[in-house]
């Protein structure tokens, strides 16, 4: 039963609003200091947990009862697959709220057909480009790390098909090159990455053949990795490259949602502790084990 004396409001709205932001609820209903002892304590410990896993520790089940195309890699292996760790993980960090659904929501995008689709543009684009290339120029071979400007167009192909192509301005291992590239292929335009994989060839125009590769990323939009479902190998990479760091970034999630589910109930029925103005039951009233009165206690003798 939640006590009188405190104004819940809706206990309803207050525990929702507690569940999609630590604190809110207590906000709601004018309890400040709660609210702001809430806020601050378990946001900060899920954004540190967050911040120690590369912002990639929320990943909801494989399958969350959504319909949906399942990515596989070559082998056949699901991409992310529905298993009972990870269905275990995200139940701890469910009740964080926001994050949790917008985790949902990316996990549903990530698993539709719409993710599997060819790279297209419908107009010249530039992208900032970071990768690796091969280029056998006139004078010299140039490979190492390839930095600098990608502009891309829609162009059609010696046989009509329509490809990608376009040009690529910046350095290959710190020399200045401008190259005409083409046949550019990228992967999934949605992934926990913030770079999208891309490769194309290195064309020279007079006579048209093929002098190299670039290999490398152009930036994803932040709506395109933000708390996206990660596949096994990215997951595995995430692991080695963090380490134990990885496991502790994980438990603080886990406690900072575990914390608000006890922030969720106290918004909704109000603190589970008296208020120290409760009568005491005077000594002679006690009861002793055979069910009578506990005697007053003898004066003792002079």
């Not at 990943?59 to 699901?78: E, M």
């Not at 690529?168 to 335009?189: C, H, Q, R, W, Y």
Request: hydrophobic content about 40%.
């Amino acid at each position: 039963m939640s006590d009188p004396r405190i104004p819940l409001k809706n206990r309803y709205l207050a525990a929702f609003l507690a569940f999609l932001c630590p604190g809110a609820g207590h906000f709601y209903q004018g309890r400040h200091v709660k609210g702001a002892i809430f806020s601050v304590c378990i946001i900060a410990l899920f954004l540190t947990g967050m911040a120690m896993a590369d912002w990639k520790a929320v990943q909801p089940p494989g399958r969350f009862g959504f319909s949906g195309t399942k990515l596989h890699y070559d082998d056949g292996r699901p991409a992310a697959p529905g298993n009972g760790l990870r269905t275990l993980k995200f139940a701890a960090q469910a009740s964080i709220g926001v994050p949790a659904v917008i985790s949902i929501v990316q996990n549903q995008r990530f698993r539709t057909q719409s993710n599997d689709v060819k790279f297209t543009i419908s107009g010249p684009t530039s992208y900032r480009f970071s990768g690796t290339g091969q280029v056998n120029t006139e004078t010299e071979l140039l490979e190492g790390k390839a930095e600098g400007t990608l502009t891309l167009e829609p162009v059609r192909g010696n046989l009509g098909a329509e490809t990608i192509g376009g040009r690529f301005v910046g350095t290959i291992n710190g020399k200045p090159v401008e190259l005409s590239v083409d046949s550019v292929v990228a992967g999934p335009a949605l992934g926990a990455n913030s770079v999208r994989s891309v490769v194309m060839d290195v064309v020279e125009s007079s006579p048209q053949q093929s002098i190299g590769t670039l290999h490398g990323g152009i930036p994803r939009s932040f709506g395109n990795h933000f708390l996206m479902t990660m596949s096994l190998k990215e997951e595995d990479d995430l692991q080695n490259k963090l380490g134990k760091r990885h496991e502790l970034a994980m438990v603080l999630t886990w406690i900072a949602g575990l914390l608000n589910v006890l922030v969720i109930w106290d918004a909704a029925e109000g603190p589970a502790y008296g208020y120290g103005d409760e009568e005491e039951t005077p000594e002679s009233d006690k009861p002793v084990a055979d069910g009578g009165t506990e005697p007053p206690a003898a004066s003792p003798k002079a």
